[in-house]
């Protein structure tokens, strides 16, 4: 199945992450499981969102996809270089 993009939201913090969860779970339940986050415009994201994009993945990886993430300015970019995280995404 192809991926889906997703653009994430300027600011993707608590008041954003559980409409996103919401919004990845649907698709997953609907029998898609690879993912484009496009970061193009977001110019912040904190730990709440972090840990849904992460919570995210792991669903996706349980049904054989994954979630790239591409199109993230420096800031961005530092969190999840910070975390590690980018050892673990495929970022475009």
Same mark, same amino acid.
């Given at each position: 199945m192809s991926e889906i993009v997703?653009?994430?939201p300027e600011?993707?913090?608590v008041e954003e992450a559980s409409e996103f969860r919401e919004k990845i779970r %649907?698709? @997953?339940?609907d029998g898609f499981s690879s993912f484009v986050l496009d970061f193009g415009?977001?110019?912040f994201i904190d730990s709440t969102g972090l840990g849904v994009i992460v919570s995210s993945?792991?669903?996706c990886v349980?049904?054989? %996809?994954? @979630?790239?993430?591409k199109?993230?300015?420096?800031?961005?970019?530092k969190i999840f270089e910070l975390t590690r995280l980018t050892h673990v995404f495929e970022i475009l």
């Open positions: 997703m653009e994430m600011m993707f913090s %649907g698709h @997953i339940e415009g977001c110019a993945y792991k669903k349980e049904n054989g %996809g994954t @979630i790239k993430l199109a993230m300015n420096a800031n961005v970019l």
